[in-house]
């Protein structure tokens, strides 16, 4: 009777292990259409692949060969999974807490600072170069603001975009590249632009909050994700006041004047790079300090537990607000930047999908870590930035997209709490699974 | 002033006119909503969850019958009488099952391992967004990101005429198909012991345990049962809207919306959330320039929400129908 089951269990485990692996195999394979719709699922398995050039084949040995290996790995893990995970965490127990003492974590951050600052000077690439500000340093500003608001108060925007969007055509605003007249007919500097973008969002933030906070979680979900819509709908129609779908593209380059000191960004990636890495550790350094002030555990209670929450004199409403608005803050200035440094704006940035590209940036890092949003959304980013710079055969950019959505599941299904872990939400989840706690329960309205 | 008299009153002079028309389309597109709703509905009655994958499930039943017709679908002339009727019948069984079999395995993926391990909801919002995103952008690789036509396998033309408004083959095949299939939805869950389940476990799933009511089998049941609906839904939108792998996105918004304002959890709430829907986007066409007919259906959902989260016929989770 046991053997039986073990087998059964042993099959089920090859049959996953396959259909995983298939997967995997169409994921990476080429690309097919509605005229040819088998061609690139045949072409997945087909097309011709070698190994290092150790032998030459089709694609389906090589993946066969991985199935069988993952095969094996999960086979070890249940049997020796315990055992590794005891030693893993035994053997890191002394670096671990050799890396909690405070000296040493600030000796961490020196020298990431220091490895940042020298950075734009290694690296010369031009891609590279602009890859850096555009796409790295701007998504991590983006996810520290969104990981206000899923990590710190627990409520789920799927609009983020939206706050990036206001930021960005906000700078075109003031500094007259709209066909919106600037406010009051003055056309401010465009480094003056920054703090108009930063507190447009935040008020934004505020307004789109105040009446949708009330509702629960998980329709606060929808009602973003129509938000982001409404907002790319408006940007696209309203031609007369932003530009329409063509957008705007005469917004200029930070740079201001005082006396005979002449300041402009224009000049190339570089300064950009050092400003937003500025205004990485200003937002970096505020969150943080939130996170651990009398708001953030209030963020903490709310997101543990509304009621138990509210009964000891917590607003809800008020703190969910302010994280809405401090995310904003973050997301508009990223808008800003971007518009100042690629000087135009169109609608077509603005997508529901480049929402769900910052939730899987803190999901990924770790909801509520501030260290693993940073890290996460540093990796996530070079790694899309190398499959868009060197495609291999075979890659779209949207292909992205594909992985992306794997990869919130797999996180989900797997470490639910991130690459590095977020101590008050590691314990939350634990608590949770063992039935204890209402973590998320803001999220449905389910207390029981 | 004048101008804005001079607005409402062409406005209400297109209404008067279009009056007929705009009823009857209002009314095929609800039907559609009301299907997809269903999914969002019965699937919230037992997990409390709002299924952030049903949107794909739907474009995945639009493309199953799309590559089905465009097998069976002669190029040179188009069916006509009995042959578009078994057309239609198989686009519809088709897209159904394929929407039943997409819900299962989005079901297996992405749902059970959570709910294994007892995980936090929101981790199976996040987890069904990811799926939602695997999914469509996998159509769009494998089949092309745009939108192709469905080949007609029927004769669109007006068959009758309502106060001057002609109704059109293609509304008459989604009353037909829409009525049929959430008629027998409802007398399956009213009726039968599989409904019976899905109800118990709606209203109270650990008590439904203890009587013997297999929740993981419900769960799946409830998860087919509104693929088979989003499925064949898919295909009656493909007819006239083409496939594409973003399809889902904009009218499964809407369903949910539908669900809402019917009240989720609800059967009956989501068929006459899902006409009052189509109806009201339907009419915003008299008023609004067509750009912003997405915007009403949002509007919608967050004046619900505000005002009546219940919706219309209130949350009657477990309760027959």
């Given amino acids: 009777m046991m053997e039986k089951l073990r087998s059964s269990a042993m099959v089920k485990r090859l049959f996953s292990s396959f259909a995983v692996v298939a997967v995997l195999c169409v994921m990476t394979g080429p690309p097919g259409s509605t005229a040819t719709p088998m061609a690139g699922i045949t072409g997945s398995f087909t097309a011709p692949a070698s190994f290092f050039g150790l032998f030459r084949g089709q694609r389906w040995m090589v993946f066969f060969v991985i199935a069988l290996v993952f095969f094996g790995v999960w086979t070890l893990w249940l049997k020796r999974g315990t055992q590794i995970k005891g030693a893993v965490s035994k053997t890191m127990a002394q670096p671990k807490e050799v890396l909690e003492r405070r000296p040493v974590r600030i000796g961490v951050y020196a020298v990431f600072l220091l490895i940042a600052l020298v950075l734009p000077h290694v690296v010369t690439d031009p891609f590279w170069q602009d890859a850096m500000v555009e796409q790295i340093l701007v998504f991590v500003l983006l996810a520290l603001g969104l990981n206000v608001v899923v990590g710190f108060a627990g409520l789920l925007d799927l609009g983020f975009v939206a706050f990036y969007a206001i930021g960005a055509y906000a700078t075109a605003w003031v500094t007259g590249a709209l066909p919106l007249p600037p406010p009051f007919g003055i056309h401010l500097d465009s480094f003056a632009a920054i703090p108009v973008a930063i507190i447009l969002a935040m008020v934004s933030g505020v307004i789109l909050g105040t009446p949708t906070l009330r509702l629960r979680g998980d329709y606060l979900a929808i009602v973003t994700l129509g938000f982001g819509e409404i907002i790319f709908i408006f940007a696209n129609n309203l031609t007369g006041i932003t530009g329409g779908a063509a957008g705007t593209n005469a917004i200029p380059h930070y740079h201001f004047h005082i006396s005979s000191l002449n300041v402009i960004w224009g000049l190339g990636p570089v300064p950009y790079y050092y400003l937003t890495l500025a205004f990485v550790i200003v937002f970096l350094i505020i969150f943080s300090l939130l996170n651990h002030s009398r708001i953030g555990r209030s963020w903490t209670a709310i997101r543990e537990d509304e009621v138990a929450a509210e009964s000891v004199g917590i607003n809800p409403l008020k703190y969910k607000v302010m994280a809405f608005a401090i995310g904003a803050a973050s997301a508009g200035f990223a808008g800003s930047l971007t518009a100042s440094q690629i000087t135009y704006v169109s609608p077509s940035i603005f997508t529901v999908q480049f929402s769900i590209n910052i939730l899987v940036l803190v999901i990924f890092g770790g909801m509520g870590s501030i260290t693993g949003v940073v890290v996460g959304a540093i990796i996530i980013q070079t790694i899309s930035m190398f499959l868009i710079h060197t495609p291999p055969a075979g890659f779209q950019t949207q292909d992205l997209y594909i992985y992306i959505g794997a990869l919130l599941m797999v996180m989900m299904i797997f470490r639910p709490s991130g690459l590095i872990p977020s101590k008050r939400r590691k314990r939350e989840i634990r608590l949770s699974e063992a039935g204890e706690g209402h973590m998320d329960e803001v999220l449905t309205g389910d207390t029981p | ?321």
């Fill in chain 2, 1 to 321: 002033m004048s101008g804005f008299l001079h607005y409402f009153t062409s406005h209400f002079s297109t209404l008067r006119l279009e009056f007929w028309n705009l009823l009857v389309g209002g009314f095929a597109n609800g039907f559609i909503y009301a299907m997809v709703a269903i999914g969002y509905t019965l699937v919230y009655g037992v997990l409390r969850l709002i299924n952030f994958a049903h949107s794909e499930i739907f474009m995945t039943g639009g493309f199953a019958a799309y590559f089905v017709m465009k097998v069976f679908v002669p190029t040179t002339s188009t069916p006509s009488g009995m042959n578009s009727v078994l057309l239609i019948a198989l686009g519809v069984v088709v897209g159904g099952v394929v929407g039943a079999v997409m819900a299962t395995v989005v079901e297996r993926v992405a749902y059970r391992p959570l709910r294994r391990r007892n995980a936090p909801k929101l981790a199976y919002l996040i987890s069904a967004i990811g799926a939602s995103y695997f999914i469509y952008n996998m159509a769009g690789k494998e089949f092309g990101r745009y939108n192709t036509a469905m080949p007609q396998p029927y004769i669109n033309h007006p068959v009758f005429t309502i106060f001057g408004a002609p109704v059109e083959m293609y509304y008459i095949i989604i009353f037909v198909v829409g009525v049929l299939m959430l008629v027998i939805l409802d007398r399956l869950v009213a009726t039968t012991k599989l409904g019976r389940s899905i109800r118990a476990v709606a209203q109270d799933a650990e008590t439904a345990s203890l009587m013997g009511v297999n929740i993981d089998r419900t769960i799946a049941v409830t998860f087919i049962l509104g693929g088979i609906m989003g499925g064949a839904a898919g295909f009656l939108f493909a007819l006239n809207f083409g496939v594409a792998n973003t399809m889902g996105f904009t009218p499964a918004l809407k369903a949910f919306t539908a669900a809402v304002l019917g009240g989720i959890g609800n059967l009956r709430g989501a068929v006459l959330g899902g006409i009052l829907l189509g109806l009201v986007e339907s009419f915003s066409v008299a008023f609004l320039p067509g750009e912003y007919v997405d915007v009403t259906a949002f509007a919608v959902l967050v004046l619900v929400l505000l005002i009546r989260p219940t919706g219309i016929l209130g949350e009657r989770l477990g309760r027959s129908a």
